[in-house]
């Protein structure tokens, strides 16, 4: 663990939490992002400034866009990007990604890793990197003005899960002594369908879109666009990805519970453990539908779940609801678009045979169907 070398994929908010975090730790990082523009605040400060949680400019060793220097630089590739890029970020590191090395989608949303290692797959069969998927991204955060991020809280308990299963603990022996917050999840049935942003992201703003789009109006998005009605329809919502899960023999918490559970949030309702909940006070709502919390929380995070609904016989008439109105509003169709249980090539599975797949997998490590 003390001569491992990590790289991070994503100069975002929570891609410079990541990078600075595993600098301030003494590791050797390198950052990567497709565009210059997002590496120039590192290359100017002399590394990741931080503040909130951590104080300071963290020195990063290599910032590139060069995605072939990212890559044989690390043991761990960390990508922290929106989900919705996972497919063609899979396709451009496919031919570049050694044996056992890990690559860990930061979050995975829902199907995170099946998406990415089948894409891996296509292009390179055989390869046996080990692709990982979080149930959510480890930290609280946001850009600071000017460049830098401002490090509000680190997430308490993060489940963690390779495909397959069985090499979740190889994972774990690399990095859950770095970030002891990660833990071993079942598999990534567990983390896909333990995915908070889909509960909590898409249908506040959705809701809340007049107040979005009215440019002299700013707002609190979770302390005051979560009111107790919108918190009872998130409820709703929340009880279908349970009840997905369930089908598919999965045990998950609710948005409730899992709020207390890594936050330290209290309440009985959602709408109370929202609001009890500190990091989330000073966070402030999009300016705009055009924003993550739709366009990879819808693709990536609802359309999969009602997706996995209809392979296990379970409706889900509130996420249906939410998905059009998205289609809708934003005049895109994210069925079409987003992940489903054809394009994640499961389709053709039973039940019993997408269990034993996410558990076992290929006896050798290989990323091949059974």
């Known amino acids: 663990m003390s001569n491992c070398r990590f790289t991070v994929i994503g100069a975002g908010a929570g891609g410079l939490a990541m990078a600075g975090h595993l600098a301030e730790k003494g590791f050797p990082v390198c950052v990567y992002n497709r565009s210059e523009a997002r590496l120039r605040s590192i290359r100017d400060a002399g590394g990741v400034r931080m503040r909130g949680l951590l104080e300071g400019v963290f020195a990063i060793e290599e910032v590139t866009t060069c995605m072939d220097r990212a890559i044989d630089f690390a043991d761990v590739v960390f990508v922290v990007v929106p989900a919705h890029a996972h497919l063609a970020l899979a396709a451009q590191v496919a031919q570049e990604l050694r044996d056992e090395q890990i690559v860990v989608l930061c979050p995975g949303r829902t199907g995170g890793a099946l998406e990415f290692a089948r894409a891996v797959r296509a292009r390179r069969p055989g390869c046996r990197a080990i692709i990982a998927e979080a149930q959510t991204i480890l930290h ?26 069985s090499r979740t603990r190889a994972v774990l022996d690399e990095i859950g002594g770095i970030f002891p917050q990660f833990s071993e999840a079942e598999s990534i049935l567990a983390t896909s369908l333990g995915n908070v942003g889909a509960i909590l992201h898409p249908a506040p703003t959705l809701l809340n879109a007049g107040w979005i789009e009215t440019r002299r109006t700013k707002f609190l998005y979770y302390y005051e666009g979560i009111t107790a009605s919108v918190g009872a329809l998130l409820e709703r919502l929340d009880r279908e990805r349970m009840d997905v899960a369930d089908a598919l023999g999965v045990r998950t918490f609710s948005v409730c519970d899992w709020l207390c559970r890594v936050y330290g949030a209290e309440g009985t309702r959602l709408v109370d453990a929202i609001q009890t909940n500190p990091a989330y006070q000073d966070i402030q709502a999009p300016r705009s539908l055009q924003h993550r919390y739709i366009l990879e929380d819808v693709p990536t995070g609802l359309v999969p779940i009602a997706s996995l609904g209809k392979f296990v016989g379970v409706d889900t008439p509130v996420i249906d609801l939410v998905i059009d109105l998205a289609n809708t509003l934003c005049e895109v169709d994210f069925r079409e678009c987003g992940r489903t249980v054809g394009s994640l090539g499961v389709d053709s599975m039973s039940l019993r045979e997408l269990r034993g797949f996410v558990a076992g997998g290929a006896q050798d490590g290989a990323l091949e169907r059974p």
């Open 140 to 165: 609280t955060c946001r850009p600071m003005p000017g460049g830098g991020v401002d490090l509000i809280a680190a997430k308490r308990d993060v489940p963690l899960a390779a495909l397959p299963a």
